[in-house]
């Protein structure tokens, strides 16, 4: 390699290094508002092909940092050697730094075929290519541009207008701005309007989220409940032992009793907590004897506590005359003979991790890797819970990664979100507290408080501002009340959706039709080994 490629190289790992750290538990955001600067200095005077790959390079240095939590259940859950479960997590880095190629290599393609600056070019490809990869079969959208800043909340709250993609778009006009100035590409023409456009876009955005932080608290509300948040804290490799189930079970029914003491109108138990069938018997006559008994229990304890209780628990489920499982979240009602109230079944499933994709071609592959993963159902309906005049939406697990998924819930009238889920396959390593900060953005879209409730932590309240509050440490078991008012507030994101991301989805196909279509430039760029070098059209060097 030349020291002009290997230079150029570093660039973009440095700059790959930089977007990793900038997203949580390293939580360096600052670092996301210029990562993105010398991949731009690295792709500068390069032919496409090599802007490709350079961008490349960039996107997969950046996913291993803040995906090098893959072998861990891996390792942990499915002995599987780390130095084999680190290749899983390289391919997926491999696989997802595409996006990241495919975002910078349009914006530049565009930018050097037409007149219109990169500094419009790469934010609107960027937004353009999260949204596309946010609906893609076996869908990824992790770590999105945009959660990098999810403690920045007076700036982030337009994205109740546009969703996280704004957000991302925002800090790549950022990089591009800074490094237009910095750079002195352009021209001074270039390099003033980019910079004015953006002082006073980040000057009118803080002003905004200011003032609309402090209007949703003193804004009335409809109405409110008492959560109590049980963090059982079951250790995920005796979670499924039938020995381990009386001591599981009596961990949370003893939670129960104490959050109904301290004044719970509602007892949240974390994904999965009963790890057992709670259908009814006559549903699945053959179901084990012992799980009709856990059932009975359950609905006694909501019986006698006279509290709702919230739960989740796997579920029998016939597709193709198959039986398979869903994995479903159930509210309990207090009244009466204690009575299932509503059930939702997870829409999105984990790939890998509850279903596998192309089953036909990686089955065997996957199975062999991750014994017993990819048994799992998707549920085909969204469902509200009603309780004390509230509709609650259902979130389980990763879910909350899904802003459409989660805005269609508050479009059909959630009052309150609910995340119900278990992080314990990641142990104490990144994982745990991006996910987080992707939840709390949903709430920032819809202003919609959300309820998060986890196994092993973090179970939170998070607040219509994406204030994350109440937070238990990880790995700790116990129980929280927290107050959750809602109100009639909806926001445009929640009405109209992706409509930004969309847009811009189409103004990148557009500009790429016309770019292809534009004429050549007078001049053609001719990699060398040490430099690039302009060319005229005649073949003859300057």
Not at 94 to 113: D, M, P
Not at 165 to 190: C, M, T
Not at 417 to 430: K, M, P, Q, R
Request: hydrophobic content about 50%; proline content about 6%; aromatic content about 14%.
């Amino acid at each position: 390699m030349s020291s002009n490629n290997a230079s150029r190289a570093a660039l973009a790992v440095a700059s790959g290094l930089a977007m990793g750290l900038a997203f949580p538990k390293f939580d360096y955001g600052l670092l996301a508002w210029v990562a993105l600067v010398p991949l731009f200095y690295a792709i500068e005077g390069q032919s496409m092909r090599r802007v490709f790959w350079w961008a490349y390079l960039q996107g997969f240095a950046s996913y291993i940092v803040s995906l090098y939590w893959i072998p861990i259940p891996l390792h942990d859950f499915a002995d599987v050697p780390m130095q084999y479960a680190i290749f899983p997590m390289l391919a997926l880095a491999g696989i997802v730094a595409i996006n990241t190629a495919v975002a910078i290599w349009a914006g530049e393609f565009v930018a050097r075929r037409t007149r219109i600056p990169s500094v419009i070019t790469m934010p609107v490809a960027w937004a353009a290519i999260e949204w596309f990869r946010t609906y893609v079969p076996a869908a990824f959208p992790w770590n999105l541009l945009g959660y990098a800043a999810y403690k920045n909340l007076e700036l982030i709250q337009f994205a109740e207008f546009t969703g996280v993609y704004g957000v991302s778009a925002l800090i790549v006009f950022f990089n591009a701005v800074v490094y237009v100035v910095i750079s002195r590409r352009g021209g001074y023409r270039l390099q003033t309007i980019s910079l004015s456009t953006l002082t006073a876009m980040m000057i009118a955005m803080v002003a905004f989220g200011a003032w609309r932080i402090n209007n949703i608290k003193h804004a009335p509300t409809t109405g409110s409940f008492k959560a109590a948040m049980v963090q059982g804290n079951i250790p995920q490799s005796l979670k499924w032992d039938p020995k381990f189930l009386p001591q599981s079970y009596g961990v949370y029914q003893d939670e129960t009793v104490e959050a109904a003491k301290s004044g719970a109108d509602l007892i949240i138990w974390p994904e999965a907590a009963a790890a057992f069938l709670f259908q009814p018997d006559d549903l699945y006559p053959a179901a084990l004897a012992s799980d009709a008994e856990y059932r009975t229990a359950l609905l006694t304890l909501a019986r006698n506590i006279s509290k709702p209780i919230l739960f989740g628990a796997p579920a029998l489920a016939r597709a193709d005359g198959q039986l398979g499982f869903y994995n479903r979240a159930y509210l309990v009602s207090a009244e009466g003979k204690g009575e299932v109230d509503a059930y939702y079944d997870k829409i999105e499933l984990v790939p890998f991790g509850e279903y596998v994709p192309a089953r036909a071609i990686l089955g065997y592959f996957v199975n062999k890797v991750v014994n017993g993963f990819g048994d799992l159902l998707p549920g085909n309906k969204q469902t509200l819970f009603d309780f004390q005049g509230a509709k609650l939406g259902i979130l389980i697990c990763y879910e909350s990664i899904f802003p459409d998924l989660t805005r269609r819930e508050v479009n059909a009238g959630a009052d309150v979100l609910v995340n119900v889920t278990n992080d314990a396959w990641y142990g104490e390593s990144s994982a745990p507290y991006q996910v987080l900060a992707m939840a709390a953005m949903r709430s920032v879209e819809t202003k919609v408080p959300m309820v998060r409730v986890a196994n092993t932590g973090f179970s939170t309240l998070i607040e219509p501002s994406g204030l994350i509050t109440n937070r238990t440490p990880l790995f700790q078991r116990g129980m929280v009340v927290v107050k959750v008012p809602w109100r009639p507030v909806r926001t445009l994101y929640t009405i109209v959706g992706d409509l930004f991301a969309e847009i811009c989805f189409v103004l990148m196909a557009i500009g790429l039709i016309v770019a292809w279509r534009w004429p050549r430039p007078a001049t053609l760029e001719v990699e060398t080994p040490v430099r690039s070098r302009r060319v005229p059209a005649n073949g003859k060097p300057h």
